[in-house]
């Protein structure tokens, strides 16, 4: 399943894939590959994902 919230969240802080790759130290592929549902990102990538999108790991990947 797309993460929507992840790349809405990284829109709103105007930040490309890229950029906010080079943030939390992957690559702009894996970025892509979380937006999309297709790679599942470990824990502490989620949290400088969350850290740096100044939001919580419920708002980024917690389904409802």
């Known amino acids: ?4 919230k992840m790349k809405l969240a990284r829109v709103e802080k105007d930040l490309s894939q890229e ?3 080079q943030l939390v130290g ?3 592929q ?6 999309l549902g297709k790679y599942n990102p470990s824990l502490s990538l989620c949290v400088a994902i969350c850290k ?4 919580t790991l419920n708002d980024l990947f917690w389904e409802e």
Do not use: P
């Open 52 to 55: 740096t999108l100044s939001k």
């Open 1 to 4: 399943m797309k993460n929507m």
């Open 30 to 35: 894996t970025i892509g590959l979380i937006e």
């Open 26 to 28: 992957v690559s702009r």
């Open 19 to 21: 950029q906010l790759a």
